[in-house]
């Protein structure tokens, strides 16, 4: 192998988990003070004084947050050095959980509206910084995707590993402790990239203007379509999720208890299929891009979504909900590797803008799954979320027409 060849070659997941392990580490943190508040929300609704729904719903201020501070803050992403970037979204993480702690309404509000805004800024930044580490594309796209692998492991093993410190110091210790953990952690990734400066363009030219970035992410091959696929899946994936426990409670008469093993079921194979999709497009198969690969898995997803309703068993229904999680999970690190490979110096923007877009799709998800819950029931939630996954589908063929 020569010089060159082993330059480019992609280092085993263990090789790259050892290398990047802060990024793995910030991504893990992210997720800890939403968890928490889904998991204690009856208590934190009762120190605040309003109802589980009144409370609940605050959470839609994440959302909002994420979608405006992601697509505003876009072009500032590649900017300035990725680690100081990170320094900022944990240090917002953590004045967030502090202020949810305070446990008022309006306290809960501003920490609703703190997580959403500090995610869409660590989220792309530590994704970007991964990427960094690597020469090769095919290596870069590994290391992104193995951070968003990372993200989806933790999304369904936060909530039992944060339930035995609960026991001990209640949800407010919980916040505290994410507080702490994310203001160390943004010290040290300000003391790392403190003096150190944004990624060089490639061409050695000066950094594009604010306006000007988001038309040359424009001019990427297959960026719009990629970010509509992004937007639509997180849409029809998210909605149904909104969904699941009611259906498998009215179905199946499924009590909380098993339903938790449901969760996990999704969680697993969600994780599992990032983590593998993931780990199969950095060996680089041209027999099976990730253009392909993006296609089957839409396809796969759409199949799943249309037969899960209808499903007539347990069973049947237990494996359709595997396939939705591995299918969706593939198309998200198809996205993820197509936009670190494709966007160069502009992936930090091109991920930011994917995850405001993705926030947008959580919206739209719920609602228009329940409007077609409202409208025709559980095959009227079949036909939305069907429509939904058949418009991505639409997209993922612009992108296969797309030159990488």
Sequence with gaps: MGARDAADAVPGDLAMARRL?????????SLIPFTVFGMYLVPIADTAGGSVA????????????ALVVGFALAPLIDRLARELVAAGGLALLGLSALLGAVGNVFALAAFCLLIGASTSILGPSIGAAAADRFRS??????????????????AMLAAPVLAVPGIVWGWRGNLIAAAVISLALSAAFFWRGWGRKAPLRADGASRMSYLATYRALARIPGAVPLLAVAMLRTAAFMGYLAYLAAFYDEKFSLEPGWFALVWSLSGASFFLGNLF????????????????????????????????????????????????????????????????????????????????????????????????????????TAAAFAAITGLALVFALRVRATDG
């Excluded at 870069?140 to 993200?151: D, K």
Aim: aromatic share 6%; net charge positive.
């Design 21 to 29: 392990w802060p990024f793995l580490l910030a991504s893990t943190v």
């Design 54 to 65: 009144e409370i609940g719903g605050l959470r839609g201020l994440g959302g909002l947050a």
């Design 137 to 154: 594309p095919a290596a870069a796209g590994r290391a992104a995707t193995l951070v968003s692998a990372t993200t989806s492991m933790m």
């Design 277 to 380: 999709a993931g780990r199969f497009l950095a060996l680089d198969r041209t027999w099976l891009g990730p253009d392909k690969l993006l296609l089957a898995g839409v396809v796969v997803a759409l199949v799943s979504v249309t037969a899960f309703y209808f499903s007539p068993t347990l069973p049947t229904t237990l494996v359709l909900t595997a396939l939705m999680g591995a299918s969706h999970a593939t198309v998200a690190a198809c996205v993820t590797t197509l936009l670190v490979r494709r966007s160069g110096e502009l992936r930090g923007s091109a991920l930011s803008v994917n995850a405001a877009g993705m926030s947008l799709g959580v919206f739209l998800g719920a609602a228009i799954g329940g409007l077609g819950l409202g409208i025709g029931g559980y095959p009227g």
